[in-house]
């Protein structure tokens, strides 16, 4: 990689996106996906069609691959077949290509990084430790508080207020367009991953910045003014 340096323009801290950015689980999404296609008697449907058409809010994107709406009591019955899925093929996911290289090659150049995800708080920050990254991190928010838009926006406000960042010096690095509405919403700037669960067209429309990898992203980072 080459060689980092921060001046007043360069972001100096990152916000690492989880499912998707650090963690290659696309495989597990898309089986929990199907589980939920099958406990509504839908077809399966391949990891392309699923990355063209999955968005927040998630009920109206699930709505939408259902071919109808929710009745009353359905949403918990889709998310608890979702997450019980995922939870299952969980152990068969391997961190990002160059990861955790490139958290520690950001560390050691001097700068700061922390995870932001929207997976359940609980669920996400043993999974950090057990995989020995926790020390890399200043911070690891899982969502939190609920909100209306089902956006990482105002989740992305509280992770930078509570450690006093200044949103000017931040780079988000994700792998959806809700990313990138985030980081725009909160003042900081955004890197995608096309390795995720969005569509490198659909990436590429937000107009933010799209690389294929981490270790991509952070080098991109250092250019940014």
Not at 84 to 98: E, F, I, M, R, W
Not at 101 to 111: A, C, E, R, S
Not at 185 to 193: D, F, M, N, R, T
Request: glycine share 8%; proline share 4%; hydrophobic share 40%.
């Amino acid at each position: 990689m080459a060689e980092m340096t921060f001046d007043n323009r360069n972001p100096h801290h990152i916000v690492w996106d989880w499912n998707g950015t650090l963690l290659d689980d696309n495989h597990a999404n898309l089986a929990a996906v199907n589980a939920v296609c099958a406990g509504f008697g839908r077809e399966s449907v391949e990891l392309e069609y699923w990355r063209s058409i999955f968005r927040r809010p998630l009920i109206s994107c699930y709505e939408e691959l259902l071919g109808r709406s929710f009745a009353e009591g359905e949403w918990e019955r889709a998310e608890e077949l979702y997450d019980s899925n995922y939870v299952k093929h969980l152990p068969t996911c391997d961190l990002a290509q160059g990861v955790p290289d490139v958290l520690h090659d950001w560390n050691g150049k001097g700068g700061t990084q922390s995870l932001l995800s929207m997976a359940s708080h609980d669920h996400l920050v043993p999974l950090i430790g057990e995989r020995g990254l926790t020390p890399h991190f200043t911070r690891v928010d899982g969502r939190r508080f609920e909100t209306e838009q089902d956006s990482k926006a105002e989740h992305l406000v509280h992770h930078l207020r509570h450690q006093e960042l200044d949103p000017a010096r931040v780079v988000l690095i994700g792998d959806i367009d809700d990313d990138a509405r985030a980081a725009h919403e909160a003042g900081a700037q955004s890197i995608l991953v096309a390795s995720g669960l969005m569509s490198r067209a659909r990436l590429e429309a937000t107009g933010a910045v799209v690389v294929d990898s981490p270790t991509e992203a952070v080098a991109m980072a250092m250019s940014l003014g």
